[in-house]
T-cell receptor, first 109, second 114 residues
Framework: QKEVEQNSGPLSVPEGAIASLNCTYS??????FFWYRQYSGKSPELIMS????GDKEDGRFTAQLNKASQYVSLLIRDSQPSDSATYLC?????????FGAGTILRVKS | DARVTQTPRDKVTEMGQEVTMRCQPI?????VFWYRQTMMQGLELLAYFRNRAPLDDSGMPKDRFSAEMPDATLATLKIQPSEPRDSAVYFC????????????FGPGTRLLVL
């Protein structure tokens, strides 16, 4: 069973703080990892992808990957109320993406 | 602004009825995915196509679900007969190449089977 685990939350952070979202996966052979954001009632949209160990930064977002620990995370700096959404971690298991259940993030102003 | 389109956006039907959902992928995209999202199961892959050929439909209940791509601009997902447990949001996504490439999701079809 190829699994992607996320804490469902909600994760509540004050505006301006760093939000840290975590994801673990079960298959060591996975090579590609993604974070999608989904606003309530909307469709998922890709915000970050990461393929190599280490950090990848894009604006206020940083994805971190540790393949040895089978762990991927997303940091959101200077969190804004507009970041309030569900964040889905997705892992490439060869021929398809497997999504986690998502973490609900709430940024309070 | 290229987008994936899906119709209908909402569908309410009675158990036993046939349901057909349609998707128009982004022009030029050669990969199409069908996902189902529920509170309990999250986002699950039902099927995907590359260059109109089905590559994986292992996530789809074969007895009642079918997916096709009659042409490069249309993908369909049919449920016959529908059951209340099929109530979910069905998303279509398209992309270029493999599933690890960026997938662009449509707005979804919200299905309620009574």
């Amino acid at each position: 069973q190829k699994e992607v685990e996320q804490n469902s939350g909600p994760l509540s952070v004050p505006e301006g703080a760093i939000a840290s979202l975590n994801c673990t996966y079960s298959d060591r052979v996975s090579q590609s990892f993604f974070w999608y954001r989904q606003y309530s009632g909307k469709s998922p949209e890709l915000i970050m992808s990461i393929y190599s160990n280490g950090d990848k930064e894009d604006g206020r977002f940083t994805a971190q990957l540790n393949k040895a620990s089978q762990y991927v995370s997303l940091l959101i700096r200077d969190s804004q109320p507009s970041d309030s959404a569900t964040y889905l971690c997705a892992v490439d298991y060869g021929n398809k993406l497997v999504f986690g259940a998502g973490t609900i993030l709430r940024v309070k102003s | 602004d290229a987008r994936v389109t899906q119709t209908p956006r909402d569908k309410v039907t009675e158990m036993g009825q046939e349901v057909t959902m349609r998707c128009q992928p982004i022009l030029g995209h050669n990969t199409v995915f069908w996902y189902r999202q529920t509170m309990m199961q999250g986002l699950e892959l039902l099927a995907y196509f590359r260059n109109r050929a089905p590559l994986d439909d292992s996530g789809m209940p074969k007895d009642r679900f079918s997916a096709e791509m009659p042409d490069a601009t249309l993908a369909t997902l049919k449920i016959q007969p529908s059951e209340p447990r099929d109530s979910a949001v069905y998303f279509c996504a398209s992309g270029l190449g493999s599933p690890r490439e960026t997938q662009y999701f449509g707005p979804g079809t919200r299905l309620l089977v009574l």
